[in-house]
């Protein structure tokens, strides 16, 4: 049986960017703590979440669930993220609640209607589109991996864009999404404390998993260019 919104508490993680980012959610509060971290997810995290159940007098087996952002983003930052995630569900005994990092966006975001792109490197975006409703977001569009002058034809108007990828290639997706139909946002990025917020949602409807099925979301599977790429 799941608690009460005012006593359940989620511990929720984000590594899918450069970002390292906790939050943790009870009494229908959340407290976060965020930080550039490059490539150290793995020395910061552990140690992030630690002083964030010492500071609100909790202690791992206290926890009800765990959320992390599941992607897509790094594969590094992802591969982190969900070990660790399944390391603590494992020894609080808790459910795990994948969260998928473009709807974090979406979520952070403010807009009724958001398409999301970030960047994904290696000359490509992950691109997805969500609206909101009285339940929480309806994908429009799931996460896929594009070209930045290749997107998917957003239906009708009045999108809100957020995400790196509009900031990364700012000609190539406003020429194919007009002024008209999407109006960007920058400084948008995924949080802890939003995918705390939304794992809150999606384990009340039902989609808390064992730790054992908690996988990332890659939608790529490949890492680097080759060399004639490259070159």
């Known amino acids: 049986m799941i608690p009460s919104s005012q006593s359940l508490k989620i511990l929720a993680i984000e590594t899918s960017t450069d970002l390292c980012s906790v939050a943790l959610r009870f009494g229908g509060q959340t407290v976060s703590s965020d930080t550039l971290a490059g490539q150290k997810h793995s020395e910061l995290l552990l140690p992030m979440v630690h002083q964030l159940l010492d500071a609100a007098f909790l202690q791992v087996g206290d926890l009800d669930a765990v959320a992390f952002g599941a992607g897509p983003g790094s594969f590094t930052g992802l591969r982190i993220g969900c070990g660790v995630v399944q390391g603590l569900a494992f020894a609080a005994d808790c459910p795990v609640v994948p969260v998928g990092s473009l709807e974090a966006i979406a979520q952070a975001s403010g807009g009724q209607r958001v398409v999301v792109c970030t960047d994904a490197r290696m000359g490509q975006i992950y691109h997805g589109a969500y609206e909101r409703n009285t339940e929480g977001w309806t994908v429009v569009q799931p996460p896929s991996l594009c070209d930045p002058d290749r997107l998917p034809e957003l239906p009708g108007a009045g999108w809100l864009g957020c995400g790196s990828g509009f900031e990364r290639y700012p000609e190539g997706l406003v020429a194919q999404y007009q002024p008209e139909q999407v109006t960007v946002k920058t400084g948008i990025v995924t949080r802890a ?8 949602q ?18 790529r599977d490949k890492v680097a260019l080759t060399m004639k790429e490259q070159r």
């Open 202 to 219: 999606y384990l009340y409807a039902g989609h808390g998993v064992s730790c054992m099925e908690a996988v990332p979301v890659y939608v």
């Open 193 to 200: 404390s939003d995918i705390a917020w939304l794992g809150e």
